[in-house]
């Protein structure tokens, strides 16, 4: 049976990278080596992983990248070390923000 997980990396810069593969030690020696250099991360290594969860399929642990990929920093951040509470508090903030014309930003998420 495959494992497949969604990771963050974190990059050198101090930005996050989220993907998912069916081989992370093999993924992350892609991202630090350079293979792709297309790749987001390839400007900005070494690169270290700081979050990993394993998934039950690939279309699940691709569902969840492209979810983590949309939250904020501070969201993610808030999953790497664990702070769930924290999770929903930065989902409601969000939702209230973007309720009203506003309080909606064109900026870039991290």
Known sequence: MTDFSVYIL??????FYV???DDIRKRIA?????????CYTFSRRPV?????????SRNEAFCAERQIKGWSKAKKKALI???WHDISIF??????RSSTPAGR??????
């Open 48 to 56: 270290k992983i700081v979050f990993q969860q394993i998934m039950p």
């Open 19 to 21: 993907g998912h593969t």
């Open 10 to 15: 974190e990059c050198s810069d101090g930005s």
């Open 81 to 83: 070390v664990g702070k």
């Open 105 to 110: 930003s064109g900026g870039a998420a991290d």
């Open 91 to 96: 989902a409601k903030a969000y939702s209230d």
């Open 30 to 38: 892609e991202h630090n080596n350079g293979i792709f250099r297309q």
